[in-house]
Nanobody, 125 residues
């Protein structure tokens, strides 16, 4: 039904910046709540930033002040601007859609139903 395609990952040094993009299919993107998750080997996906359909934004503590999530509904795109990157930010980053009808600002993976393929972010010391 819904396709999400991430891009923008890469290999950078600590302190550098990256901007991830996620392009969604469909004509109702503006109604979706979206999130960015990250995952390292052997660990579960963790939401790092979320944005609602009315552009309320929220973050996990470890990225607050460094990462900014935004959306451009005209382009069916959600972005994650990552500044002051740290080695511990190294992960595969995934874009996801929150299940319609889920209320509130949630960090739970089970509240999201469509996922992109992921884009690798590697931050060297």
């Amino acid at each position: 039904q819904l396709q999400l395609v991430e891009s923008g990952g890469g290999l950078v040094q600590a302190g550098d910046s990256l901007r991830l993009s996620c392009v969604a299919s469909g004509r109702t993107f503006r109604s979706y709540d979206m999130g960015w998750f990250r995952q390292t080997p052997g660990k579960q996906r963790v939401l790092v930033a979320g944005i609602t359909s009315d552009s309320t934004r929220y973050y996990v503590d470890s990225v607050r002040g460094r990462f900014t999530i935004s959306r451009d509904n005209a382009k069916n795109t959600v972005y994650l601007q990552m500044n002051s990157l740290k080695p511990e930010d190294t992960a595969v980053y995934y874009c996801a859609r929150k299940r319609p009808g889920v209320i509130g600002l949630t960090f739970s993976e089970i509240d999201y139903d469509y996922w992109g393929q992921g884009t690798q972010v590697t931050v060297s010391s």
